[in-house]
């Protein structure tokens, strides 16, 4: 543990210059009376007849939002009148139950106070068959009951590990997406997004160079990265940021 310490420090030493010039990045509130209401972001299943895949991501609940988002991915078939989600939820270790949870709800509600965006989303022919590969995909996730805050697994492992296996989907996870460069005992693997190639040392420390994230650099969990297309710089804490050229 003690190793770890400086690491442990180094993280709440940028939570807090954070918290100094960003203000309102997220709201620490109790959780039991956070809002979880929807914001209007998912379509409709009762007037939306095609298949839809959206990925979000919203700012963790309470110091941890500081740092970093909670992902998620909701799929609709086509027809269907609600919405599958796929999701880790951290607390449910302390429960013994499995963190994976895949249950139908509305997709676009608020993260415990903190407002959804949208990484992701797919609309229309051939999403059946994404959604049938993104359902086996995460069946298979082998951390299913287990859960590390930090470097992972956690959340946004899980929605890496899912994007690994259905590399259509071409998600880029913002560097805010701690976790996702977890990849357990292996070095070597595809990047989050299912292309080009990552090396990484238990989600602490990396590299990955693929067209749809760029190159992105990691330290203790923390991403740093560029983009060329667009061009944006990849920042931790912060995000990404498109640059105007």
Do not use: C
């Not at 595809?190 to 760029?214: D, H, K, R, T, Y």
């Not at 330290?219 to 990849?234: C, Q």
């Amino acid at each position: 543990m003690n190793r770890f310490l400086p690491a442990i420090f180094l993280l709440f030493l940028l939570n807090f210059i954070v918290l100094s010039v960003i203000p309102g990045q997220a709201q620490a509130q109790y959780w039991w009376n956070a809002s979880r209401e929807p914001v209007g972001l998912a379509p409709d299943p009762a007037t939306t007849p095609e298949a839809v895949v959206q990925v979000y991501g919203a700012r963790a609940y309470g110091w941890r939002g500081y740092l970093g988002i909670h992902t998620w991915i909701a799929v609709k078939p086509s027809r269907a009148q609600s919405y599958t989600i796929y999701e880790v939820i951290g607390w449910l270790q302390r429960r013994k139950m499995p963190v994976l949870v895949i249950y139908e709800n509305v997709p676009d509600r608020r993260w415990y106070g903190n407002v959804p965006e949208i990484l992701l989303e797919k609309r229309g022919d051939g999403v059946d068959a994404l959604i049938e590969k993104i359902d086996q995909a995460a069946r298979s996730y082998p951390y299913a009951r287990n859960y590390t805050i930090w470097p992972g697994p956690n959340s946004n492992t899980f929605t890496a590990w899912v994007s690994r296996a259905v590399p259509e989907l071409q998600l880029d996870l913002p560097p805010t997406a701690i976790g996702k460069d977890y990849l357990g005992y292996r070095l070597v693997s595809q990047a989050p997004s299912g292309s080009g190639f990552q090396i990484s040392v238990f989600g602490l420390m990396g590299v990955l160079v693929s067209a749809v994230e760029g190159i992105e650099f990691n330290f203790l969990g923390l991403s740093f990265g560029v983009d060329l297309d667009p061009p944006a710089i990849k920042l931790p804490l912060i995000g990404r940021k498109d640059l105007d050229l």
